[in-house]
């Protein structure tokens, strides 16, 4: 723990006792509000914490592995949530959710962090790899594919209207093949170290932003394996009782805010379960480490659409209730247009600053329209 910042040793006793407060909160006789409030903010608090531990053990790995297990482990909070509320009924939250972080991702949360990209950047253009957007592009598109034919189906009441399960487990499986077929080809190619996937620039800029003692420590874990791999057990397990928790405190909260369930499950839930995008890809931009920032990011929306939506779909069957592919028509319309922007401002490697203003404000617009669904 010496190696950590003061910042840090702070924050992580901070987190479990906000983390314990949260469990007392849900047991005890605390009123809506506070008892919501505390299940958030310990999420969010516990989601930093695994990032924190993968962010550590990925350091010897390249910005594709490293974003992947930040991203995997980072979205396992969103699992426990989900899974929680279709086992208590709560399907539009389950759904919201879901849609609700691919759509925090890919238009807030990307955004913010090109925005910062850009300005961090000497000729105000973030610039990065273009396989990954591409590929992220593509996965996105498979399953709003899905989607957009059972809204079609739904909308015009044919016969296939009447199996949406069916085709829900069939799209499913097909999802979880293509995701399959793309992440092992993807990992493979990124096997070298971070260390040399930093330009010279990026290392300068390193030198230059966090002095030699923050240099000297890049390219190397700061925790022992034992620590991080029990930093990771912590955060994970704690995760899936604090998820429980903040389904427990979520429809007598927003009861009393009078909030829509759209709402709290497209913003307040995926936000929350988001905090490792949220703060690992800031982060990363701003020490201009843009390959990294953009796969956390990146590889967050990919996973969750084409692998842990159908892999919950899967799991579903074995709870009270089902998650289909059959959405609201504003949640597809929705999809389909973050698919095009996505295509629009990533595709071609670099963005600017003006470009990730346009992608938070389109979130902005689509969580103004569901505070009102």
């Excluded at 009123?31 to 919501?36: D, E, G, L, N, T």
């Excluded at 913010?112 to 591409?134: E, N, T």
């Excluded at 890049?218 to 955060?235: F, K, M």
């Excluded at 379960?273 to 690992?280: I, Y």
């Amino acid at each position: 723990m010496s190696r950590l910042s003061t910042s840090e040793r702070i924050a992580l006793p901070a987190i479990f006792l906000l983390t314990a407060l949260s469990g007392l909160a849900n047991y005890g006789t605390w009123s809506a509000v506070p008892r919501f409030a505390l299940a958030t903010i310990a999420l969010a608090g516990l989601a930093w914490i695994v990032s924190f531990a993968t962010g550590e053990l990925g350091e010897r790995f390249g910005p594709a592995v490293t974003g992947m297990m930040q991203s995997s482990l980072g979205n396992l909070p969103e699992l426990f949530v989900v899974i929680f509320a279709l086992q208590k009924g709560e399907l539009v939250v389950a759904q919201t959710a879901i849609v609700g972080s691919v759509l925090a991702n890919a238009l807030l949360v990307l955004g913010l962090v090109i925005v910062v990209g850009a300005r961090r950047a000497p000729d105000g253009v973030m610039r990065f790899s273009k396989k990954l957007p591409r590929d992220t592009a593509t996965l996105l598109q498979v399953t709003v594919f899905i989607i957009v034919l059972l809204g079609l189906s739904l909308g015009s009441h044919d016969p296939a209207s009447h199996h949406v399960r069916a085709i829900s487990i069939v799209g499913a499986a097909c999802l979880l093949v293509v995701y399959l077929a793309w992440v092992g080809p993807y990992l493979k190619a990124d096997s070298r170290p971070r260390s040399a996937v930093e330009t010279p620039e990026e290392q300068y800029a390193g030198i230059e932003e966090h002095g030699d003692a923050e240099a000297a420590r890049a390219g190397e874990p700061r925790l022992s394996l034992a620590l991080t791999l029990t930093l990771l057990i912590i955060g994970g397990t704690a995760s899936a009782f604090v998820s429980d928790w903040f389904i427990n405190g979520l429809e007598p909260a927003i009861k009393v805010l009078s909030l829509s369930q759209a709402f709290a499950g497209l913003v307040i839930v995926a936000i929350a379960g988001n905090a490792v995008e949220n703060t690992a890809g800031l982060v990363l931009a701003y020490r201009r480490r843009s390959d990294l920032a953009i796969s956390v990011v990146k590889n967050s929306v990919a996973q969750i659409a084409a692998f842990l939506y159908p892999l919950l779909v899967l799991v579903s069957l074995a709870l009270s209730t089902t998650l289909t592919f059959a959405l609201a028509p504003v949640y597809i319309g929705a999809l389909v247009l973050t698919a095009l922007a996505l295509a629009q401002v990533t595709g071609d490697g670099e963005a600017a600053e003006f470009e990730g203003w346009a992608l938070v404000a389109l979130y902005v617009i689509l969580a103004t329209v569901t505070l009102y669904e």
